[in-house]
């Protein structure tokens, strides 16, 4: 129950925060940047196109910071247990957070992953994915909104 629980509180926060967050265009792998919060092997995720240029980067970076706070403040709000121990990404790599979910045993593109409710790559703004580790190089993808 309380997983359960953990994981609605945290998709709810996600979901606001991620709608409440103006962010660049975001587009599929080349340059790819996540915005996120994660928990061992669970992770709820925002892939943004990695600009080109210092003011495209910088503007990046402040979105995923003000992203990664409303987490913070959202989750200890949620009276989520151990909410000061989940991860935060603030503009990571793809494999960064694929090998970081798998205890180093995986760092494949999780970006690869996103897809549309059509199936095809995600090119969408804004989305949030629920990404969780399998073992191997297996990770579940569930878009959240």
């Given amino acids: ?28 792998q080349k340059g790819s940047r996540l915005c996120g919060i994660a928990n061992g092997p669970v992770a709820m995720l925002v892939e943004l196109k990695q600009p080109k ?3 495209g980067r910088k503007k990046v970076n402040s979105a995923c910071k003000k992203l990664a ?11 989520v247990p151990n909410a000061a121990s989940w991860k935060y990404y603030q503009r990571a790599e793809c494999e960064g957070v694929a090998k ?4 180093g045993r ?7 992953g996103f897809k549309d409710q059509n199936g095809n ?13 399998k073992g191997g190089n297996n990770f579940e ?3 959240l909104n």
């Fill in 106 to 112: 995986s760092s494949a593109d999780i970006c690869e």
């Fill in 69 to 79: 706070a409303e987490f913070r403040q959202g989750l200890t709000d949620g009276g």
């Fill in 53 to 55: 240029g210092k003011k």
């Fill in 100 to 103: 970081e979910m798998s205890g």
């Fill in 1 to 28: 129950m309380q997983k359960i629980l953990l994981t609605s509180a945290a998709a709810f926060v996600f979901a606001i925060a991620a709608s409440s967050v103006s962010v660049p265009e975001a587009e599929a």
């Fill in 121 to 133: 790559p995600a090119m969408e703004r804004e989305k949030a994915y629920k990404v969780t580790y």
């Fill in 141 to 143: 993808f569930e878009r």
